[in-house]
Structure formats: C-alpha cells, structure tokens
C-alpha cells in the first residue's frame, strides 16, 4: 500500500508495517524544553530540541553529529567569574 501524506510517500508491507521511513531523535532538557513568549494577551510556546540521532527501518539507530558545542553545567559556569548586574530604575 502507498499513498502520498504532507511529508511525502508514505508505503505499508504486506503485514501493515510501515516501510521507507526515518524518524528524528532528539534531545530535550530542562534549560531547553519551553521558551514562552507574551504576545498580546496569548502565549506561545515554542520547543526547542537538538536532533542527537536517527531511526530508520532500513539502518535502525544511527547517531548523528551534534550541530553546536554543548554549554558548561551550570556550576561550572558560575566558578571563577565575576558578574556584573546593572538595575536601571526610572521614576516618571
């Protein structure tokens, strides 16, 4: 069986499984999982992921290689630094 989806072909073996076909692994963490930004009076969320391998009928699990450099655990990243913070208050 074929038939055409929003993706492209989508195509089923004889016992009803699906063929010809690649599915994105991906990595969500705390720091990344939703971004919430005020848009008017409604919210919109947004997922932000990182693609960390692929899953094929044909190959099955196949790692793919990371598109940015991980950041630092965030203790490490406070270590030896010196921060400045800035508070601008106005008065009308």
Known sequence: VELEGLT???????????????????????NSAMVKEAMGLSLMTV????????WTDEAGFTPVSAKYVRLKPHSEIEKNRTYIVTTIVALN
């Open 8 to 30: 492209g072909e989508i195509r089923f073996n004889d016992d009803g499984r699906r063929q010809n076909y690649t599915l994105h692994v991906v990595e969500m963490t705390v």
């Open 47 to 54: 997922y932000v992921t990182l693609q960390v391998a692929e």
